[in-house]
């Protein structure tokens, strides 16, 4: 996607970056939902 604006100096850089960012997303997600499956428990009693 921004190959064009980032150019040939950081290609290692944005392979890591996604790596970076497909991980804290997900751990991200995770967070998310835990939380609001204690909201909802919470909610419940």
Not at 15 to 41: C, G, I, Q
């Amino acid at each position: 996607m921004f190959r064009n604006i980032l150019g040939q100096r950081h290609m290692v850089l944005k392979r890591s970056h996604m790596f970076n960012k497909k991980f804290v997303y997900n751990e991200h997600v995770n967070t998310s939902a835990e939380s609001n499956y204690h909201t909802e428990s919470a909610l419940r009693q």
